[in-house]
Nanobody, 124 residues
Framework: QVQLVESGGGLVQAGDSLRLSCTNSGRSFSSVAMGWIRQAPGKEREFVASIILSGSGTYYSDSVKGRFTISTDNAKNTMYLQMSSLKPEDTAIYYC?????????????????WGQGTQVTVSS
């Protein structure tokens, strides 16, 4: 069973950097892909980034491309999201998610296992 636990959120200023971590405390990475989804206050969940665990690719939303980098350390069963040049509009709860879909995981509905989320707040 996949058990995802996020960490690393916090309050930062615009322009700062922050790294989120997601550890799978269940079985070793057995999903096809993992990703980050965020939800801002009053808005729907939004795809941020995803990574194919075999190493065959990464995907980013246009709003974070060039600023965020997703990566994994398979030996530690951990996924990371390095966020740079943060903006107030990046403020949201960030969820770690996993999927067995064979489609490019670029939509919220592609993910079927979720963590509890970690809050990221970017002040202007």
């Amino acid at each position: 069973q996949v058990q995802l636990v996020e960490s690393g959120g916090g309050l930062v200023q615009a322009g700062d950097s922050l790294r989120l971590s997601c550890t799978n405390s269940g079985r070793s990475f057995s999903s096809v892909a993992m990703g980050w989804i965020r939800q801002a206050p009053g808005k729907e969940r939004e795809f941020v980034a995803s990574i194919i665990l075999s190493g065959s690719g990464t995907y980013y939303s246009d709003s974070v491309k060039g600023r965020f980098t997703i990566s994994t350390d398979n030996a530690k069963n951990t996924m990371y999201l390095q966020m740079s040049s943060l903006k107030p509009e990046d403020t949201a709860i960030y969820y770690c998610a996993a999927t067995d879909t064979l489609l490019p995981p670029t939509m919220v509905r592609h993910f079927d296992s979720w963590g509890q989320g970690t809050q990221v707040t970017v002040s202007s």
